[in-house]
């Protein structure tokens, strides 16, 4: 791999743009079994075979398939699952349907006989080596995605099924070497830049996810066409 340290030394402004290529954990006991997955990764390896990237195969998601979460990653597996293994899947998200992320999606989920939990959050994954239900607990309706979640006294119930598809959001992945050049992050793991997306490194720019966190491509598009106007102009000065 090369180096971003490197880089700096050959070029006169290196911009990273890793994106975001991690999937946030639910953070609760089971999560670990053998039949969860996180949804990046399983479409990743879907996929990879699919085209005759790999001669691995993803985990089929058959039979009873959760899916927590309600952006466009968790639609993506919710119609993978139902097109290419007939899954009756159940998508489970912690505020209503009517302010999920892929809430333009609800109809053609709803065509392919998708089930919404609405306003539930996992609190624990339960069975042996497999996972076999989930724990979740109920949670007052919020319109707002910023808004915290305020959970009901004794609503805890539990969902059977046979394959579980974490999708609850991506992470920042800048490159490690960043560690050893100072560079700063901010708390939740992004790449601090400037308005001119500088870094607090010299000749280190940063643009796209890395820099302002999980977004559609036509977001990230622009935030990289800013970015090499941005260095452009600081090229210009040198």
């Known amino acids: 791999?090369?180096?971003?340290?490197?880089?700096?030394?050959?070029?006169?402004?290196?911009?990273?743009?890793?994106?975001?290529?991690c999937g946030r954990k639910l953070g609760g006991p089971g999560e670990d079994k053998e039949n969860v997955y996180d949804a990046l990764e399983w479409i990743k390896g879907f996929m990879k075979s699919k085209l005759g990237y790999s001669e691995a195969h993803a985990p089929p998601l058959t039979g009873r398939v959760?899916?927590?979460?309600?952006?466009?990653?968790?639609?993506?597996?919710?119609?993978?699952?139902?097109k290419e293994y007939g899954a009756e899947v159940a998508m489970l998200y912690r505020r209503p349907m009517s302010v999920a992320p892929a809430k333009h999606m609800l109809r053609h989920l709803e065509s392919l006989?998708?089930?919404?939990?609405?306003?539930?959050?996992?609190?624990?994954?339960l069975?042996?080596?497999?996972?076999?239900?989930?724990?979740?607990?109920?949670?007052?309706?919020?319109?707002d995605r910023r808004a915290s979640v305020e959970v009901i006294p004794g609503s805890e119930f539990e969902l059977d099924f046979d394959?579980?598809?974490?999708?609850?959001?991506?992470?920042?992945?800048?490159?490690?070497s960043l560690k050893s050049l100072g560079?700063?992050?901010?708390?939740?793991g992004t790449?601090?830049?400037?308005?001119?997306?500088?870094?607090?490194?010299?000749?280190?720019?940063?643009?796209?996810?890395?820099?302002?966190?999980?977004?559609?491509?036509?977001?990230?598009?622009?935030?990289?066409?800013?970015?090499?106007?941005?260095?452009n102009e600081y090229l210009a000065r040198r």
Not at 193 to 213: E, I, S, Y
């Open 191 to 231: 790449i601090k830049v400037d308005q001119g997306f500088a870094t607090n490194v010299p000749k280190l720019f940063a643009a796209g996810d890395v820099a302002h966190g999980p977004s559609n491509v036509g977001l990230a598009m622009r935030s990289g066409r800013l970015a090499a106007g941005k260095i």
């Open 1 to 21: 791999h090369v180096q971003v340290e490197e880089l700096l030394e050959d070029f006169d402004a290196v911009l990273v743009s890793t994106g975001t290529w």
């Open 127 to 143: 069975g042996g080596q497999w996972a076999e239900r989930v724990k979740l607990v109920r949670v007052k309706p919020t319109t």
């Open 113 to 125: 006989g998708v089930r919404f939990v609405e306003n539930v959050i996992p609190v624990e994954i």
């Open 183 to 188: 560079v700063e992050l901010n708390p939740d």
């Open 163 to 176: 394959a579980l598809v974490v999708a609850v959001g991506l992470k920042a992945t800048p490159p490690e």
């Open 66 to 82: 959760a899916i927590v979460g309600a952006g466009l990653t968790a639609v993506d597996v919710a119609e993978l699952a139902v």
